[in-house]
T-cell receptor, first 110, second 114 residues
Framework: RKEVEQDPGPFNVPEGATVAFNCTYSNSASQSFFWYRQDCRKEPKLLMSVYSSGNEDGRFTAQLNRASQYISLLIRDSKLSDSATYLCVVRERSNYQLIWGAGTKLIIKP | GAGVSQTPSNKVTEKGKYVELRCDPISGHTALYWYRQSLGQGPEFLIYFQGTGAADDSGLPNDRFFAVRPEGSVSTLKIQRTERGDSAVYLC????????????FGPGTRLTVT
């Protein structure tokens, strides 16, 4: 079983719609959680951290459920420019290493 | 300011050859990480430097892989006797603190072993 699992997609979504995807992690000792965005043939870039209480950044909302060991990302009013792969990333309590999911591909269509 | 840079951007080499991949981190960043990413996968950790020393090299797949950071800035990832399975994008990232969650990535080196 992979340490961090994501639905690879692709999610094909019309512009303006709301889309959500989840990520599950296997290590209950995981301490920190993040969403990174990666455009085709580009490097990953931090989108947002995920806090226990949930957090929002503009059209993006991230949630953490420690009991069920999953993280979610919600994108409202999706834009064409949101098309990318979204990588779920987890860091263990005692380790600086980032453990990456394989990513969920999102395609926003006009 | 300047971000993380990596050279070359693309490298094609024959099976069995030796390659060096270079990473120039953001100035002042003490932590430097190497990852490799295969198509359809997330980055896979290889090695982490704090300053000049390799704090954790547990991700290096075998002894053909080696990395150095002699002056605590630029790092070189070295691969001996390359194999076709080494083909991937090799990403370098840096961060200002060892426990910083935000790692800034370079554009990567796409290595193809023929």
């Amino acid at each position: 079983r992979k340490e961090v699992e994501q639905d690879p997609g692709p999610f094909n979504v019309p512009e303006g719609a709301t889309v959500a995807f989840n990520c599950t992690y296997s290590n209950s000792a995981s301490q920190s959680f993040f969403w990174y965005r990666q455009d085709c043939r580009k490097e990953p870039k931090l989108l947002m951290s995920v806090y226990s209480s949930g957090n929002e950044d503009g059209r993006f909302t991230a949630q953490l459920n420690r009991a069920s060991q999953y993280i979610s990302l919600l994108i409202r009013d999706s834009k064409l420019s949101d098309s990318a792969t979204y990588l779920c990333v987890v860091r263990e309590r005692s380790n600086y290493q980032l453990i990456w999911g394989a990513g969920t591909k999102l395609i926003i269509k006009p | 300011g300047a971000g993380v840079s990596q050279t070359p951007s693309n490298k094609v080499t024959e099976k069995g050859k030796y390659v060096e991949l270079r990473c120039d981190p953001i100035s002042g960043h003490t932590a430097l990480y190497w990852y490799r990413q295969s198509l359809g996968q997330g980055p896979e950790f290889l090695i982490y430097f704090q300053g000049t020393g390799a704090a954790d090299d547990s991700g290096l797949p075998n002894d053909r892989f080696f990395a150095v950071r002699p002056e605590g800035s630029v790092s070189t990832l070295k691969i001996q006797r390359t194999e076709r399975g080494d083909s991937a994008v090799y990403l370098c990232a840096s961060s200002s603190l060892v426990d910083s969650y935000e790692q800034y990535f370079g554009p990567g080196t796409r290595l193809t072993v023929t």
